[in-house]
């Protein structure tokens, strides 16, 4: 797949993810190497940008197995963002739909 | 690779950013490493889905960049960025070093033109003063004083309205360089 276009939808599943619960960082990557092809290493970048940018906060845990785990919490303005970009996804998609239709892969 | 490989390879290639920064990030993927070994994987199996550390450091540095010239002073955040970028080894120098030093070359010389106008204006009015002192060395051969008064201060005026447009100006190339860089950064990051 073109590596601009994942980047994109990455960020979105990262997003929309964190939404749902607090994750720390390996936990993050299985769940969505789990569903999408990648090179699991490009989520840590990508945290890291979206942290910068305050969408998300970080603290440390500890875990029952060992040394504490660091997790990530979203802000208020990474649910804003996350809303804004699934927007963005979902009309993308439509249109795409529309465009191609039901067809078959030769 | 093994976990030592691995970080030792992602640390060189993370050269040039903050070491505080640095020891966060590869902090992360030690995490990662070390969950992953308690899920029962491999070291082997751990790095391999991580990925090639050359092209991780490349996103940090990158991102490290963009963040330098979105918070840091201007001109000496552009600066850095611009050489910054170079190291990173993306652009050929034409590319950007080029364009930047025309830029940068007809903004002094404009600079200079500015001085030189102002400074002309302050040494018609000394020669004024020295001429009876010194009449060996300045000859004004007679024209009329008030003439001479009147030009001096109309040229110095003029270079000082220079000076003033090029406070402008340089801040007008300082927005646009770092707007090139910026969207040099974000196509090479793609």
């Known amino acids: 797949m073109n590596v601009q276009f994942k980047k994109g939808v990455l960020e979105l599943c990262v997003l929309v993810i964190l939404c749902r619960k607090d994750f720390y960082g390996y936990e993050l990557v299985q769940t969505i190497s789990k569903n999408i092809d990648i090179s699991e290493g490009t989520i840590y970048p990508l945290l890291r940008r979206l942290t910068r940018e305050d969408y998300f906060n970080t603290y440390l845990k500890e875990s029952e197995e060992g040394p504490p785990r660091k997790y990530y919490k979203m802000t208020e303005k990474g649910r804003e963002y996350k809303k804004i970009l699934l927007e963005e996804w979902n009309r993308f998609v439509d249109g795409v739909n529309n465009l191609i239709g039901e067809e078959e892969v030769a | ?190």
């Open chain 2, 1 to 190: 690779m093994t976990k030592e490989q691995f970080l030792l390879q992602l640390k060189k290639y993370l050269s040039g950013i903050a070491e505080v920064e640095k020891k966060e990030i590869l902090y992360d993927y030690e995490e990662h490493f070390r969950i992953g070994l308690e899920n029962r994987k491999t070291e082997e199996e751990i790095a391999e889905s991580l990925g090639n550390p050359k092209i991780l450091g490349k996103s940090f540095r990158i991102d490290a960049i963009l963040g330098q010239v979105k918070e840091g002073s201007r001109a000496g955040a552009i600066w850095r960025a611009v050489f910054a970028s170079l190291s990173l080894g993306f652009f050929n120098v034409s590319f950007i070093l080029g364009p930047f030093a025309a830029l940068a070359a007809v903004l002094i010389g404009l600079w200079a033109m500015a001085g030189a106008l102002g400074l002309s204006g302050v040494a018609v009015i000394l020669a004024l003063i020295l001429e009876p002192l010194f009449p060996e060395v300045i000859r004004l051969g007679g024209i009329n004083i008030a003439f001479l008064i009147f030009a001096s201060i109309g040229v110095s005026a003029l270079g000082l309205l220079a000076a003033i447009g090029m406070v402008q100006l340089s801040k007008w190339f300082f927005l646009a360089a770092e707007k090139y860089i910026k969207f040099n950064l974000r196509i090479i990051k793609k």
